[in-house]
Every structure is written in structure tokens, then in C-alpha cells.
Nanobody, 126 residues
Framework: QAQLQESGPGLVKPSQTLSLTCTVS??????????YHWIRQPPGKGLEWMGV???????YYAPHLKIRTGITRDTSKNQVTLQLLSVTPEDTAVYYC??????????????????WGQGTQVTVSS
């Protein structure tokens, strides 16, 4: 049973780069055949899928975020990292890491994912 834990700064200034880490336990991100996603929920809005990295390192991004988003992994630490460039207050949200056994693109229905982290609040403000 995998467990996911997000971590990162709670407050980021506009125009800076947001970097969040998802630490995975109970499964290897390189050999466990899971896909690791980043999903966020702005205040008062629904879930928004941002992107995914596969167990082989392939990445896919939401088209409207692709130019600002990077998802990488560190197999030695069993971690997946999200970087979001040039943040604005509209990037304020709870950010979640989630894992799925199949490749899911653009979907946010919670039952499609096998595991979720607890989420981490990120506020973009000067």
C-alpha cells in the first residue's frame, strides 16, 4: 500500500517558482508501475489536473499549464517533484499528489486514483 506525502513552502511570492515534493513510501516510483500526478484545488473551485510522470519517467501536462510546469523524479529518494514557474495569485491552491495504476490524462474524479496525499496549501502573495 503506497503512501504519498506532499511538502513545500506554504507561501510563494508572485513571479517566483513553486517547487513541491511528493515523497512516496510503500512503493517504488521506478518499478512499481504507478503513474504519479499533480492535482490542485483553488479556493472555492474544483480539482484541476496539472500533469503526470510515469514509472519510466515519461511526462504529460495539462495544455494550459504545459509552458510553466515541470514534473521530475528522484528515484534514489523515491520522490516526485512539481515545479511551477512564474506563479501568480491564481496559482493559490491546495496541491495534491495522487497515484494511479493506469495512465489518466486530464481527469480529476477521485475514484480514478488509487492513492492520494493529504494535500499541501500554497498561497501566492507578496
Amino acid at each position: 500500500q503506497a503512501q504519498l506525502q506532499e511538502s513545500g513552502p506554504g507561501l510563494v511570492k508572485p513571479s517566483q517558482t513553486l517547487s513541491l515534493t511528493c515523497t512516496v513510501s510503500g512503493a517504488s516510483i521506478a518499478t512499481g508501475f504507478y503513474y504519479y500526478h499533480w492535482i490542485r484545488q483553488p479556493p472555492g473551485k474544483g480539482l484541476e489536473w496539472m500533469g503526470v510522470i510515469s514509472y519510466s519517467g515519461s511526462t504529460y501536462y495539462a495544455p494550459h499549464l504545459k509552458i510553466r510546469t515541470g514534473i521530475t523524479r528522484d528515484t534514489s529518494k523515491n520522490q516526485v517533484t512539481l515545479q511551477l514557474l512564474s506563479v501568480t495569485p491564481e496559482d493559490t491552491a491546495v496541491y495534491y499528489c495522487a497515484a494511479s495504476k493506469t495512465l489518466i490524462l486530464g481527469q480529476t474524479a477521485e475514484n480514478l486514483y488509487d492513492y492520494w496525499g493529504q494535500g499541501t496549501q500554497v498561497t501566492v502573495s507578496s
